[in-house]
């Protein structure tokens, strides 16, 4: 199956300061990609979905000027949480949709999550 | 719209006993529906999913889920729980095959297992 990473597996960031996450589809080039938020005990919740060399769409509450998503490849993404604060200290999990070669999925295939923690 | 019930945040069974979660959707046409467990400070697994065909789906760790369409419902069930089951559980359900189409996820069913 394709194979989603992200880095940094964990990340700890002082208020006031911003955090860039990387989300990679390592074979398969990723023409969607979604990334969620998981509060502790919490599900997942869709933060926004992007389209290669497109604007994110960012679901309703999500502050698209704090998240911003850069998606300016078919295997990289970029969440960048920017002045972070302790309420957004969570697990951030992306997810691509995408093709290998000629032939298209429209399977989501999730990356193993970012733990971000802002003290 | 799509969305997701999961009856139960928190389900524990004895090891041996059957495991069953619950799982209703909504949706205004077919819908493709996932089960994915989560094991603590680890990133999403998925059990099994349903598309079209065969309504019984069999999935990994002897999980399985059968699509009810009269009854909106996809429920997890597990013959014989193991220690190792314990875990968070999500329903999802997607309009897959729609470029638009995104997974949205269930509020989740924490599984214990009695030793």
């Known amino acids: 199956g394709a194979v989603v990473s992200q880095h940094p597996s964990w990340v700890i960031c002082k208020s006031g300061t911003s955090v860039k996450i990387e989300c990679r589809s390592l074979?398969?080039?990723?023409?969607?990609m979604f990334w969620y938020r998981q509060f502790p005990k919490q599900s997942l919740m869709l933060m926004a979905t992007?389209?290669?060399?497109?604007?994110?769409?960012?679901e309703q509450g999500v502050e698209k000027d704090k998240f911003l998503i850069n998606h300016a490849s078919l295997t990289l993404s970029t969440l960048t949480v920017t002045s972070a604060h302790p309420e957004d200290s969570s697990f951030y999990i992306c997810s691509a949709r995408g093709r290998q070669g000629l032939k298209s999925s429209y399977e989501q295939y999730f990356g193993p999550g970012t733990r971000l923690t802002v003290t | 719209a799509q969305s997701v019930t999961q009856l139960g945040s928190h389900v524990s069974v004895s090891e041996g006993a059957l495991v069953l979660l619950r799982c209703n959707y909504s949706s205004s046409v077919p819908p493709y529906l996932f089960w994915y467990v989560q094991y603590p400070n680890q990133g999403l697994q998925l059990l099994l999913k349903?598309?079209?065909?065969?309504?019984l789906v069999k999935g990994i760790n002897g999980f399985e889920a059968e699509f009810k369409k009269s009854e909106t419902s996809f429920h997890l069930t597990k013959p014989s729980a193991h220690m190792s089951d314990a875990a968070e559980y999500f329903c999802?359900?997607?309009?897959?095959?729609?470029?638009?189409?995104?997974?949205?996820f269930g509020s989740g069913t924490r599984l214990s297992i009695r030793p």
């Open positions: 349903y598309t079209t065909g065969a309504t």
């Open positions: 992007s389209n290669e060399g497109s604007k994110a769409t960012y």
């Open positions: 074979d398969f080039q990723a023409t969607t």
């Open positions: 999802a359900v997607s309009l897959l095959g729609s470029s638009a189409s995104k997974i949205i």
